[in-house]
């Protein structure tokens, strides 16, 4: 008869606040760059015109609001990275932590 030696356990409340977090935190972002995208689609579909006003001799309105999502999915994506660099990967190593200490 052979005996299965049971594998580390995990802390659950640490592991669930870890996944609570991750959560919170991509759909915040996720939900910040899908309303400004959705919104400048619905723009261009419905308003064209909004987009092609001319704000200058040869820029419209399109062209800085364009480079504003770009700006904007770069600061999202950094935001996200700064976050999981410092603080899901600290909440990681203290999930694994309480692994191995029991």
Same mark, same amino acid.
């Given at each position: +008869?052979?005996? *299965?030696?049971?594998?580390?356990?995990?802390?659950?409340?640490?592991?669930? !606040? &870890?996944?609570?977090?991750? #959560?919170?935190?991509?759909? /915040?972002?996720?939900?910040? +760059?899908?309303?400004?995208?959705?919104?400048?689609? &619905?723009?261009? %579909?419905?308003?064209?015109?909004?987009? $092609? /006003? *001319?704000? @200058?001799?040869? +820029?419209?309105?399109?062209?800085?609001? @364009?480079?504003?999502?770009?700006?904007?999915?770069?600061?999202?994506?950094?935001?996200?990275?700064? #976050? %999981?660099? $410092?603080?899901?990967? !600290? %909440?990681?190593?203290?999930?694994? *932590?309480?692994?191995?200490?029991?």
């Amino acid at each position: +008869m052979e005996h *299965k030696h049971p594998g580390p356990k995990i802390d659950q409340a640490l592991f669930h !606040r &870890l996944v609570v977090a991750k #959560w919170k935190v991509s759909l /915040t972002l996720a939900a910040i +760059m899908m309303v400004v995208y959705y919104g400048f689609i &619905l723009v261009l %579909a419905f308003d064209k015109e909004l987009l $092609s /006003t *001319k704000i @200058g001799e040869h +820029m419209t309105v399109g062209i800085p609001v @364009g480079l504003f999502l770009i700006i904007l999915a770069w600061l999202i994506t950094g935001v996200y990275v700064f #976050w %999981a660099n $410092s603080s899901y990967d !600290r %909440a990681v190593q203290d999930v694994l *932590k309480s692994m191995r200490r029991r």
